[in-house]
């Protein structure tokens, strides 16, 4: 793959109301394009959506919001410059190869000493994926069957006909939300804990008001049930993004789950910790996943060693290189993995869409589940989502929560191939 010309370019998109995490908020989320073009005139593009906040909240502390996104922005710009004019083997290749130079750039621009990988994998994410659909062009490949390197395939070889839709509950969800969410069917809630209800960092009572929280959730959503647990039980994805600083804080929670009885409708808890701190979790009797503190190989076996038995997968937000070789380092060790979101644009979550449908489900599910809660958030969601080229068709919209996959949506791989190399369905 010799890469001749890059273009990038960027949108900013609103959000209906302020977004709440790690301890901070963001109001809007900027959408890149990168379009790559070879030797022979083939070109394809790709779509990012930045989160800084999520990747490195550090870069997001020492800038404002517009400046953080910039110094993303432009460290793909860079990035995306300094690839041209060489052969690759593939898209792995390059992200294998400038994922820690684009570390750099970001660094150099933002003032900082370092940033974290995630951050620069964030930033890679629309040039991997049109490597990606630039390498499918050269080779004839028109699935994303045919993109999956046959290391992963038998972790990939599921075929769901339906995908169950994970809603995201942040911190500002009021119960009436919650409920209308529930009567429309969803039965994999993800909770937002590690709150920070008085901005003093004070753990407490981030974790008192973290249980009280949970509390009446877990009220609220035990009047329901559902065909897609094997419990019959709406089940809770907890995610507190590294925000419990001790392990002894996380028993505590998990000591509140069982005095309430909502322990055993804990699929896993994601990311106790802060990324440096590296607890043993093989004692903690619920199921621990790792996020934002795995950006390698290295860093899934290291989790694994350390009793972590779940993944998050964000082939939107780490790349789908990344991805694979994070699936590949798993090996056959017993991990669980699912596909979550990064409040991404209409394309990124057919990207998303395409990993999950192959996953095996999650314990306690019946159904594949992937993330996505872009229509949550955006102001213009449905603006957002004219530029999908197959926008019309049944599987891009949810049934009651329940995505339903048919054999046009593999044939067309969620239309990801027609939105990145042009054509028609």
Same mark, same amino acid.
């Given at each position: 793959m010799?890469?001749?010309?890059?273009? &990038?370019?960027y949108?900013?998109?609103?959000?209906?109301a302020? $977004?709440?995490?790690?301890?901070?908020?963001?109001?809007?989320?900027?959408?890149?394009?990168?379009?790559?073009?070879?030797?022979?005139? @083939?070109?394809?593009?790709?779509?990012?959506?930045?989160?800084?906040?999520?990747?490195?909240?550090?870069? $997001?502390?020492?800038?404002?919001?517009?400046?953080?996104? %910039?110094?993303?922005?432009?460290?793909?710009?860079? !990035?995306?410059?300094?690839?041209?004019?060489?052969?690759?083997?593939?898209?792995?290749?390059? #992200?294998?190869?400038?994922?820690?130079? %684009?570390? +750099?750039?970001?660094?150099?621009?933002?003032?900082?000493?370092?940033?974290?990988?995630?951050?620069?994998?964030?930033?890679?994410?629309?040039?991997?994926?049109?490597?990606?659909?630039?390498?499918?062009?050269?080779?004839? #490949?028109? =699935? $994303?069957?045919?993109?999956? /390197?046959?290391?992963?395939?038998?972790?990939?070889?599921?075929?769901?006909?339906?995908?169950? !839709?994970?809603?995201?509950?942040?911190?500002?969800?009021? !119960?009436?939300?919650? @409920?209308?969410?529930?009567?429309?069917?969803?039965?994999? !809630?993800?909770?937002?804990?590690g709150?920070?209800?008085?901005?003093?960092?004070? /753990?407490?009572?981030?974790?008192?008001?973290?249980?009280?929280?949970?509390?009446?959730?877990?009220?609220?959503?035990?009047?329901?049930? =559902?065909?897609?647990?094997?419990?019959?039980?709406?089940?809770y994805?907890?995610?507190?993004?590294?925000?419990?600083?001790?392990?002894?804080?996380?028993?505590?929670?998990?000591?509140?789950?069982?005095?309430?009885?909502?322990?055993? @409708?804990?699929?896993?808890?994601?990311?106790?910790? /802060?990324?440096?701190?590296l607890?043993?979790?093989?004692?903690?009797?619920?199921?621990?996943?790792?996020?934002?503190?795995?950006?390698?190989?290295?860093?899934?076996?290291?989790?694994?060693?350390?009793?972590?038995?779940?993944?998050?997968?964000?082939?939107?937000?780490?790349?789908l290189?990344? =991805?694979?070789?994070?699936?590949?380092?798993?090996?056959?060790?017993?991990?669980?993995?699912? &596909?979550?979101?990064?409040?991404?644009?209409?394309?990124?979550?057919?990207?998303?869409?395409?990993?999950?449908?192959?996953?095996? /489900?999650?314990?306690?599910?019946? #159904?594949?589940?992937? +993330?996505?809660?872009?229509?949550?958030?955006?102001?213009?969601?449905?603006e957002?989502? @004219?530029?999908?080229?197959?926008?019309?068709?049944?599987?891009?919209?949810?049934?009651?929560?329940?995505? +339903?996959?048919?054999?046009?949506?593999?044939?067309?791989?969620?239309?990801?191939f027609?939105?990145?190399?042009?054509?028609?369905?």
């Open positions: 010799y890469i001749t010309d890059t273009h &990038c370019r949108e900013r998109q609103p959000l209906k302020p $977004f709440a995490f790690k301890g901070r908020q963001i109001t809007e989320l900027w959408q890149t394009e990168v379009r790559l073009t070879d030797s022979h005139g @083939r070109s394809a593009a790709g779509w990012g959506t930045q989160s800084v906040l999520w990747s490195d909240p550090a870069v $997001f502390q020492r800038h404002t919001e517009f400046e953080a996104n %910039a110094i993303m922005f432009q460290t793909t710009e860079r !990035l995306a410059a300094a690839i041209r004019n060489q052969e690759w083997e593939g898209p792995q290749a390059i #992200v294998r190869s400038m994922a820690p130079r %684009a570390a +750099e750039m970001a660094a150099a621009l933002s003032g900082q000493p370092s940033v974290r990988l995630t951050f620069a994998l964030n930033a890679m994410v629309g040039l991997d994926n049109a490597a990606w659909l630039l390498e499918a062009a050269q080779r004839g #490949v028109t =699935t $994303f069957d045919e993109l999956v /390197p046959p290391v992963v395939r038998p972790v990939l070889a599921h075929r769901h006909n339906r995908l169950g !839709l994970i809603p995201l509950i942040p911190y500002g969800s009021g !119960l009436d939300e919650i @409920r209308a969410l529930l009567e429309e069917g969803s039965f994999l !809630l993800k909770i937002k804990v709150a920070d209800p008085h901005g003093d960092g004070d /753990p407490d009572a981030g974790l008192a008001w973290d249980m009280q929280r949970i509390t009446e959730i877990h009220h609220l959503a035990s009047g329901y049930r =559902t065909p897609y647990t094997d419990s019959g039980h709406v089940l994805y907890l995610d507190a993004n590294g925000r419990y600083g001790s392990k002894a804080v996380l028993e505590r929670l998990i000591r509140h789950l069982e005095r309430i009885g909502a322990a055993e @409708r804990v699929v896993l808890i994601e990311e106790p910790f /802060p990324e440096a701190l607890e043993d979790v093989h004692d903690i009797p619920l199921r621990m996943a790792a996020d934002e503190s795995v950006h390698s190989a290295d860093d899934v076996r290291e989790r694994l060693a350390l009793g972590y038995r779940a993944f998050a997968l964000k082939p939107i937000a780490k790349t290189s990344m =991805t694979f070789d994070m699936l590949a380092a798993a090996g056959s060790g017993g991990a669980h993995f699912f &596909c979550a979101d990064l409040t991404v644009n209409p394309i990124l979550v057919e990207w998303n869409k395409n990993v999950a449908a192959r996953l095996p /489900p999650l314990p306690g599910l019946r #159904v594949g589940v992937v +993330e996505a809660n872009g229509w949550q958030h955006y102001a213009h969601w449905e957002m989502k @004219r530029v999908h080229p197959m926008r019309h068709r049944p599987w891009v919209e949810t049934r009651r929560f329940v995505f +339903e996959l048919d054999e046009e949506f593999y044939q067309q791989s969620g239309g990801i027609i939105a990145g190399l042009g054509g028609s369905p």
